[in-house]
């Protein structure tokens, strides 16, 4: 049975391994992955640039089996991404699957079944050859990523970008594709389109690359906070530690995607409350319940949470963009203050980052003009003079898969609606790696999602499935909706193969250590390799040791606080809802 996988990213190498770990005598997978650069690793090695780091953790960005090191920083570098892909092939011996300098030409559906791939090799002359090749396949795997096609939404009068530089430099406007290293930046007045992590970033590099100004401009506000917490000082006592935990380890399994009645998954009564409960921490340890230490840039009232747009964990520019509005009364800030790194910080620097609504329109003269709106960055910036020399799009990607006939009915990744996987009636196509989460990341969910692919091949998913309460929740009219609730989406996919764990199977098999971790860890893939059809002989060991650190890392009122109330709170209303739904049943039963 072969297998063509689009893409050496993260995504298609683990794809891979798990056709090749779970073939057999009755599906003997035989998968082979294109690639048309002449490396692994996709967008985080072609699309990356200097000082760029992970924003998710290493705990939850590796591969259920195969780790980093415990003495390792919890974020990696974009080249240390990239060299630990290349040991997980090596590892798992992967590379005689991996067709690098492939470049695929067209997929289409042979008329017996399965798929025709029309391929062209790169020669040694790095030219592509004139003539290609055809490989049948029986399935097809996308694994080609979210962020392949940058999009540049329309501005009128872009093309007056730089009209009054007196610099030579033609270079007015790129994609942030585009951006390698700060001296493209340097210099400059800097313009920077978008506040998603890579703008957020863009923003910094430009402060710390020598930019005369830096404009970052937002459509509609973000969600900024830390990929670690710093330091908070309360009633002039500082509380700092030298090994924060990620915050993308801190939600925890039990009763947050596990033990979940029906009911409270459907209402999404778990992300409102933390929402809710949320705010008022950070009001009380920031000043401010717009993000974490967010003084500008907040979301719309109905907009702001977890349950409905990505957490933005590119935290660095933050001190420079609250500089113009962080007004707090004195005694309010000695009693609770979140600190800022030095080095960004008064008297080492005083530049401040001028937020911006997204531009109307440039004139003729170079002249950058704003909508009017009650926001407080577009009242600030109403009055400034905003001339830029350089315009960096950081406004993401568009998704296109124009490798399928379109004259075959091939489905997008839009049309997959069963798990955003595959579309109901045509499993030889799937899409692996095409959701985002809103705090979490997108590898080891692609990692669930072969896992759910192939034993839906295999028959082996129980159906009907569960109604799908993961998605973010966002308008009809929204741009992206793709985003997922990581815990959730993980949670759901390994309840429809048979691994998510019980309590009890739990402790029966492996212990209280190991229920222990499950109960107060994260949504941690390695969990869901403990039992069902795809156990790994390593995870007990993984959750033993790197799960643990990251548990006992929170220390005692940490793990009271984001583990053990909200835990008992959540599992008291999935109990009540259990009890009223019991009840109903005797009612009906009585009538």
């Not at 079944?113 to 996308?142: N, P, T």
């Not at 409270?264 to 992300?271: D, M, P």
């Not at 069902?532 to 793990?559: D, F, Q, Y």
């Amino acid at each position: 049975m072969r297998v063509a996988i689009i893409g050496a990213g993260p995504a298609g190498l683990v794809a891979c391994k798990s056709f090749l770990e779970n073939a057999d005598g009755a599906f003997p997978f035989d998968p082979v992955v294109f690639e048309q650069e002449d490396a692994v690793g996709g967008t985080f090695r072609y699309r990356s640039y200097e000082n760029a780091t992970l924003v998710s953790s290493k705990q939850l960005t590796s591969f259920s089996d195969f780790r980093l090191p415990l003495d390792h920083p919890d974020h990696l570098t974009l080249p240390e991404y990239c060299d630990y892909l290349e040991a997980y092939s090596t590892h798992f011996k992967l590379w005689d699957r991996i067709w690098l300098r492939h470049k695929v030409l067209q997929i289409s559906r042979h008329p017996q079944g399965g798929h025709i791939v029309e391929f062209v090799r790169c020669k040694a002359d790095g030219q592509w050859d004139a003539v290609s090749e055809q490989l049948h396949v029986a399935y097809v795997v996308m694994c080609t990523g979210l962020h392949v096609v940058p999009s540049y939404p329309a501005i009128p009068g872009i093309e007056h970008v730089g009209a009054s530089s007196i610099t030579s430099d033609k270079t007015r406007t790129f994609h942030s594709v585009d951006y390698k290293r700060r001296d493209q930046l340097a210099g400059r007045r800097v313009m920077v389109l978008g506040t998603g992590e890579t703008g957020m970033d863009l923003a910094y590099e430009s402060v710390k690359a020598g930019a005369k100004e830096v404009v970052l401009c937002s459509r509609a506000g973000f969600l900024s906070f830390p990929k670690a917490l710093n330091d908070f000082m309360i009633f002039g006592f500082k509380f700092e530690s030298d090994n924060p935990v990620p915050i993308d380890s801190l939600i925890t399994n039990l009763g947050e995607s596990t033990y979940v009645h029906p009911w409270i998954a459907q209402a999404h009564l778990r992300w409102f409350i933390s929402d809710a409960v949320l705010k008022k921490v950070l009001w009380f340890l920031t000043g401010t319940q717009a993000g974490c230490n967010q003084w500008v840039g907040e979301l719309e009232p109905e907009r702001l949470g977890r349950a409905y747009v990505f957490l933005n964990k590119s935290h660095k520019a933050m001190p420079y963009i609250n500089r113009p509005f962080r007004k707090r009364f004195w005694a309010l800030d000695y009693m609770t203050r979140y600190i800022d790194p030095q080095e960004d910080s008064p008297p080492q620097t005083d530049f401040a980052v001028d937020l911006a609504p997204f531009p109307s329109h440039i004139t003729a003269d170079g002249r950058v003009h704003f909508p009017l709106s009650k926001r407080k960055d577009a009242v600030r910036i109403a009055g400034r003079d905003v001339r830029p020399d350089i315009v960096v799009y950081a406004t993401g990607y568009t998704q296109k898969f124009g490798l399928f006939n379109p004259a075959d009915g091939y489905p997008a990744a839009s049309d997959a609606d069963m798990r955003n996987v595959v579309r109901s009636g045509d499993q030889s196509v799937a899409f692996i790696g095409f959701v985002r989460p809103g705090v979490g990341a997108i590898p080891p969910i692609a990692e669930m999602q072969s896992l759910f692919y192939i034993a839906l091949l295999k028959g082996k998913v129980q159906q009907p499935l569960s109604p799908p309460h993961y998605h973010l929740l966002v308008k009809e009219t929204a741009r992206i909706k793709y985003g997922v609730d990581h815990s959730t989406y993980m949670s759901t996919l390994a309840r429809d193969i048979g691994a998510a764990p019980g309590l009890w199977e739990l402790w029966w098999r492996y212990g209280t250590h190991v229920l222990v971790c499950y109960c107060f860890g994260a949504a941690f893939t390695s969990f869901y390799r403990l039992v069902g059809p795809c156990v790994s002989p390593t995870a007990p060991h993984v959750v033993k040791t790197e799960i643990w650190e990251t548990i006992t890392r929170r220390g005692i009122l940490g793990n009271a606080v984001m583990g053990l109330i909200p835990m008992v709170f959540y599992l008291a209303l999935s109990g009540l809802a259990l009890f009223a739904e019991y009840f109903m049943r005797l009612v009906r039963l009585t009538d």
